[in-house]
């Protein structure tokens, strides 16, 4: 995520949020939002379910919640919608070429076809993400403020914030 402030907690911790929306700042009012993650591994590419899960509730109010579903939607929608076309459309179309050019032709034309939404994704990046590993989470704040408060929050249980 471009222009991200990142707080680092372990694993095992459970993440402490400021009581405000992460989307606007209003007071969430035990509103929240769902994150569902598996670790990142080198089998999860070629397995994607092999990785251990890790959910998270961010708090959310009702009018920024839909907002942010619907943008991790459109996203996810949008990666497995070029796959597809890219795996049973386009690649049968290359069977014309050189064997060693079917592949990297085929790669750029997903790359065209995700080159919306990246764009998208660059000029408005979701307000939280995260990244899984096997010992820390990652989380992804757009606004470094919020950032800060989490880090705060957390600091006392190794936090790290970039």
């Known amino acids: 995520m471009p222009f991200s402030t990142d707080v680092n907690v372990p694993r095992g911790h459970t993440v402490e949020f400021p009581d405000r929306c992460i989307g606007c700042g209003i007071p969430a009012r035990n509103g929240y939002v769902r994150f569902a993650r598996r670790t990142v591994s080198w089998f999860g590419v070629v397995i994607p379910y092999l990785g251990r899960n890790y959910v998270i509730d961010v708090p959310c109010c009702a009018g920024c ?4 579903v619907g943008q991790r939607r459109k996203r996810n929608l949008a990666l497995w919608g070029a796959s597809i076309l890219v795996a049973f459309i386009v690649f049968p179309y290359l069977d014309g070429l050189a064997r060693p050019l079917r592949k990297p032709v085929g790669l750029a034309v997903f790359l065209v076809l995700l080159a919306p939404v990246l764009y998208v994704q660059f000029l408005r990046p979701p307000p939280f993400d995260l990244y899984v590993r096997s010992g820390n989470v990652d ?6 403020d919020y950032a ?6 957390n ?3 190794g936090a790290t914030i970039n």
């Open 139 to 144: 989380l992804e704040f757009e606004d470094a």
């Open 148 to 153: 800060a408060e989490v880090y705060a929050l």
């Open 65 to 68: 919640e839909s907002g942010i």
């Open 155 to 157: 600091s006392h249980a």
